[in-house]
T-cell receptor
Framework: AQKVTQAQTEISVVEKEDVTLDCVYE???????LFWYKQPPSGELVFLIR??????QNEISGRYSWNFQKSTSSFNFTITASQVVDSAVYFC??????????????FGQGTELSVKP | DADVTQTPRNRITKTGKRIMLECSQT?????MYWYRQDPGLGLRLIYY???????NKGEISDGYSVSRQAQAKFSLSLESAIPNQTALYFC?????????????FGPGTRLTVL
């Protein structure tokens, strides 16, 4: 089965705190892609990152960092020194195979992050 | 101008009515998708299209139909709307090889079926 689980439905932090959003996925494919999207209160979906299954190197982009661990089937997202503007719903998604012709994305349930001033 | 547009942005309709949601893109992508978002369920795929002549069902296609009028246009229809189709609907596009390419999403259409 192909599945993405974001166990944290809601997280509330105070500005400047670090916060980690968890993502656990299931797939039997050896080749796949993982994504994170952000949905701010305005409703649009914003692409944040793509990671392929062969690249377990962690990635950092400003205050954002991602930790990909195949051994635990996890692709966690950390925001360092959170800001109010980070308040949004964050989705983790799986695209099962590179050759998956549909390019279908399987989304997790989303984690709603609230950053309070 | 937005690369992926959806019309209307909001729609309230009654049970049994036929509704069409439209999506247009200027990105030149060949692949287009329709998703619905429900609270606590994330986004689920309704239909997707590789090109004008290739349309495929997603995981929740019952009660929906689509039309790919041109490379840039992909419409979603609810033939007879029912209240549990109340949701936020997103159109998305991607280029070329699946999985590798991220999908770009439209702004969404909020549909309420009374």
């Amino acid at each position: 089965a192909q599945k993405v689980t974001q166990a944290q439905t809601e997280i509330s932090v105070v500005e400047k705190e670090d916060v980690t959003l968890d993502c656990v996925y299931e797939t039997r494919d050896t080749t796949y892609y993982l994504f994170w999207y952000k949905q701010p209160p305005s409703g649009e979906l914003v692409f944040l990152i793509r990671r392929n299954s062969f690249d377990e190197q962690n990635e950092i982009s400003g205050r954002y960092s991602w930790n990909f661990q195949k051994s635990t089937s996890s692709f966690n997202f950390t925001i360092t020194a959170s800001q109010v503007v980070d308040s949004a719903v964050y989705f983790c998604a799986l695209s099962p195979t590179i050759y998956n012709q549909g390019g279908k994305l399987i989304f997790g349930q989303g984690t709603e992050l609230s950053v309070k001033p | 101008d937005a690369d992926v547009t959806q019309t209307p942005r909001n729609r309230i309709t009654k049970t049994g009515k036929r509704i069409m949601l439209e999506c247009s893109q200027t990105k030149g992508h060949d692949r287009m998708y329709w998703y619905r978002q429900d609270p606590g369920l994330g986004l689920r795929l309704i239909y997707y299209s590789f090109d004008v002549k290739d349309i495929n069902k997603g995981e929740i296609s019952d009660g929906y139909s689509v039309s790919r009028q041109a490379q840039a246009k992909f419409s979603l229809s609810l033939e007879s709307a029912i209240p549990n189709q109340t949701a936020l609907y997103f159109c998305a596009t991607s280029m070329g090889l699946a999985g590798y390419n991220e999908q770009f999403f439209g702004p969404g259409t909020r549909l309420t079926v009374l």
